[in-house]
């Protein structure tokens, strides 16, 4: 199995935030009732944008690993 790091993770967590995010807004346009949707669909960006900065954060530090060489 690979390894999993920051960027791994990230990319997980950004992935499962906007599926849960189309899954509501699915249910909402088919006209399903959804109690704390946007509360659901809020804390769905804040993890979307939250794995993004980590996303970000990681791959820079892994460039200036690779900038100082061996």
């Given at each position: 199995?690979?390894?999993?790091?920051?960027?791994?993770?990230?990319?997980?967590?950004?992935?499962?935030?906007?599926?849960?995010?189309?899954?509501?807004?699915?249910a909402?346009?088919?006209?399903?009732?959804?109690?704390?949707?946007?509360?659901?669909?809020?804390?769905?960006?804040?993890?979307?944008?939250i794995?993004?900065?980590?996303?970000?954060?990681?791959q820079?530090?892994?460039?200036?690993?690779?900038?100082?060489?061996?």
């Open positions: 199995m690979g390894d999993w790091d920051l960027i791994s993770i990230g990319i997980v967590l950004a992935g499962c935030s906007i599926c849960t995010a189309g899954i509501i807004m699915a909402i346009l088919l006209g399903f009732s959804v109690p704390n949707g946007p509360f659901l669909m809020f804390t769905a960006i804040v993890l979307t944008v794995s993004v900065g980590v996303i970000i954060i990681a820079q530090q892994l460039e200036k690993e690779a900038a100082r060489g061996p």
